[in-house]
């Protein structure tokens, strides 16, 4: 069950697009909507694994995975609509390479030790993520708040980059010391 909440999030990504970039009003409510579902969805899964003893390899994947997708995905978009100023370009820049680089570092991390700790500060830098860009569509030019709530959200953009930095640095010394082993 926690690995089809994980695919679910996945597959929203789709809807997701398709909803913003038709950019009326509607639809980008329809995108918030979408992209609300898809982030309760990283809560659901880990919470329906540890409660049902479902925690998988596949599951201990793809759930990072599936975060990454959905973020890159609406920082893309958020930048290229013009959500996300050009002036405001630099966090979203910081998090889409702090995640190419933890998806990088445990891909280098021996196939037997790929189990690197999940930091309880890296739950707050997703969660964070979430709450920015969900704030940022709904105060995109369509968006159900409106452009001044946008201040927030690029605020909150720049708590993410930061946790983003913070976190990916203790995953590169980590996996450095098991690179050194």
Known sequence: MANLLTVFRILL???FVYFFMENAKWNMNAALFVF??????????????????????????????????????ALF????????ASAHVTPALIIVLREILVSGLRGAVPAEITKLAVLPLAKWKTFAQMIAVGVLIAAS????????????????????????????GFYLRQVLGILRR
């Open 77 to 84: 978009l958020l930048v290229a609509n013009g959500s996300i």
């Open 36 to 73: 609300i579902l898809a982030s309760a969805t990283d809560f659901f899964d880990g919470w329906v694994a540890r409660s049902r003893n479902e925690i998988t390899a596949l599951g201990i994947v793809l759930d990072p995975i599936a975060d990454k997708l959905i973020i890159v995905t």
């Open 13 to 15: 990504i789709a809807p």
């Open 141 to 168: 030019p369509n968006g159900i708040i409106g452009q001044p709530a946008q201040i927030y959200g690029v605020g909150i953009l720049w708590i993410a980059a930061l946790l983003s930095v913070v976190t990916g």
